[in-house]
C-alpha cells in the first residue's frame, strides 16, 4: 500500500474554515475531502472547533495525485 502525502496548514487569519482551507488550496471542488480530513486521526480536534477555526489551529490535508485520464481509442475514419 502506497502512503498518501500530506500537508499541514495553520489557520493564520479570522474567519477561516475548512472548506474555505481547501478552496485556497486547490481552486477546484474536491468531492469528499472534506469526509477524509475529519477522519484522520491528526484532525481529531476538528470535532471541537466549530465552523469556523480558531486561530493558530492545525489542519492535515492528504494530497492525492489527480486521477489519470482515461485514455480513449484512437479512431479512424479511413480504415
Known sequence: MTEIARETFTV???GMSVDLMLWQRF???MPG??????ALAENQHLEHCG????????????IEP?????ELPVISLWD
Open 66 to 70: 489527480p486521477p489519470r485520464e482515461q
Open 51 to 62: 465552523f469556523l477555526l480558531p486561530l493558530g489551529t492545525a489542519v492535515t490535508i492528504p
Open 33 to 38: 475531502l472534506l469526509e477524509r480530513i475529519m
Open 12 to 14: 493564520k487569519s479570522d
Open 27 to 29: 481552486r477546484r471542488p
